[in-house]
């Protein structure tokens, strides 16, 4: 929580897609704060304690999301992560989302409806 606001780090190495995110997020009334990298996420992540993170899966790296989430899970997280894929629900079948700690996996391009729906069932 940023001034009594929710807080979601968005990491994504695609500037029109956090653009999208932002404009979603910060509409809704979040706080948004973001990465173009899974490096730099780490960094903003300890600096931010989000309370919801939502990370492409294929950035500088094929797998640098699953990468994120398995240091964020060394680092004790208890946000919420969802996955953000191209490959949507090919993905929720190849990797095990469970065993990765997420909480769901978003098909790009997510609709404003589905993507708040989601972080409001999540965030209560």
Known sequence: MKDGKTV???????????????????????????APSAE???RIYRDCKPDLII???MMEEVDAGTSFVRELRALGNKAPIFMLSSTGDNLAMAIDTTQLGLAG?????VSKE???NL??????
Do not use: F, H, N
């Not at 996996?105 to 391009?109: A, C, T």
């Not at 972080?119 to 209560?124: E, M, Q, S, V």
């Open 55 to 57: 990370v492409d899966l």
């Open 8 to 34: 979601i780090l968005c990491i994504d190495d695609d500037p029109d897609i956090l653009s999208y995110l932002r404009i979603v997020l910060e509409s809704a009334g979040y706080v948004m704060a973001e």
């Open 105 to 109: 996996v978003l098909q790009k391009p």
């Open 40 to 42: 730099e996420g780490l």
């Open 114 to 116: 589905r993507l708040l």
């Open 119 to 124: 972080i409001r069932a999540k965030l209560g």
